[in-house]
Structure formats: C-alpha cells, structure tokens
T-cell receptor, first 112, second 111 residues
C-alpha cells in the first residue's frame, strides 16, 4: 500500500529562519513526488514536483530514495509562506492513472 | 485561461437526499479527478476519469459515483447522504502528466 507521512501537524518558525517540512513515503515502486500548498482561503495549488528539480518561491525538495523522503526546505522563511503544505505521491506505474496519495498536511506559521 | 470551475460552491442537504456536484476542467485537460477533504481524514481520492472512462476509483462506498462527458466536464453524485459525507469536495484536472490543477471545491454540509 502507498502511504505518505508528514510527521508534523504544526510547524512554527520566525521570519528569516530556515524551514524544513518533513515528508516520508512508503511505496515499493518508483513514485512521483509533489508538494502542494494551500494558502488561507485559496485553492490547493502545486508548489513543486521532484521530476522538475526546480525551486519555486525559494522552496526546494530533494527525493531521497534510500530514506524514502521528500522534505521541503527554504533557507529563509517569509510571513507569506504561512500556509498548509501537503506532500503527495503518484504511485507509478499504475496503468496511466495519476491518482494522488496525500499526506495529512503540515500547517506552517511564520511569525514576524 | 480559466481554471477548474466547480459548482455549486456551497450546498446544504438533508440526510437521505442525493446530491450532484459539477466540475469543468481547464480547456484541453482530459483527465479529471475528485477528492474528499475533511479535517479528520485529510485529502482522500474518490475517482479519476480520462476520456469519459473511469481510470481509477478510491475506497468509497457505492453511494459515491461519477461520470465524465465528451467535453471532459465531470459530475459526481452521492446518494442517500449521511452526516459523515459533510466535506469539501475537490475536483482537479490534468494535461497528461503535467500535475493536477485544483478547483476551489464544493463545500457540502449534510444536516
């Protein structure tokens, strides 16, 4: 079975501090990993995906297959980063399906 | 371009009733998925459609059903509503592996 675990339900940091949101997954195949973000009163939106290896809004995430982790990092947190963050995976291959398996989310608060 | 549009935004229904939610994907997107979001269970996959065919289904009872039309628009239906069906129902569309774009959701309250 596929599972995504985000061990921290809540995370609070101060502006300018580094932030790391943890994500661990269990899946025996080759998953595709994502981070989605939901700002207050906004829709869920894609932040980044591991295959693109890009940095969005200063966030990066590296897939560690050995530790089955996909932690999200930002060196200097900003107040506008306060949001709910969800780690998700597509358990490829699955016959073309792109069903997403989500973690329970981490609420990040960046204090001034 | 227009995003994923879900209607209605809010809905209040009585136990035992049925409800139909609608989703219009981004133009050109042929894959549509539905998710249920609740505070306790988080985001759970309901179904996925591609070119009018159900490609995958989550672990929900048969009261939950869906379909996709030839223009890629999708509907989901919940019959015999229960209090536990109260949730935010999210629709998302995708263009072949580009990652899903989500709608704002329909908030269903069952009383």
């Amino acid at each position: 079975a596929q599972r995504v675990t985000q061990p921290e339900k809540l995370l609070s940091v101060f502006k300018g501090a580094p932030v790391e949101l943890k994500c661990n997954y269990s899946y025996s195949g080759s998953p595709e990993l994502f981070w989605y973000v939901q700002y207050s009163r906004q829709r869920l939106q894609l932040l980044l995906r591991h295959i693109s290896r890009e940095s969005i809004k200063g966030f990066t995430a590296d897939l560690n297959k050995g530790e089955t982790s996909f932690h999200l990092k930002k060196p200097f947190a900003q107040e506008e980063d306060s949001a709910m963050y969800y780690c998700a995976l597509i358990p490829r291959p699955q016959g073309g399906s792109e069903k997403l398996v989500f973690g329970k989310g981490t609420k990040l608060t960046v204090n001034p | 371009k227009a995003g994923v549009t879900q209607t209605p935004r809010y809905l209040i229904k009585t136990r035992g009733q049925q409800v139909t939610l609608s989703c219009s994907p981004i133009s050109g997107h042929r894959s549509v998925s539905w998710y249920q979001q609740t505070p306790g269970q988080g985001l759970q996959f309901l179904f996925e459609y591609f070119s009018e065919t159900q490609r995958n289904k989550g672990n929900f009872p048969g009261r939950f059903s869906g379909r996709q039309f030839s223009n890629s628009r999708s509907e989901m239906n919940v019959s015999t509503l229960e209090l536990g069906d109260s949730a935010l129902y999210l629709c998302a569309s995708s263009l072949a592996g580009s990652g899903y774009t989500f709608g704002s959701g329909t908030r269903l309250t069952v009383v």
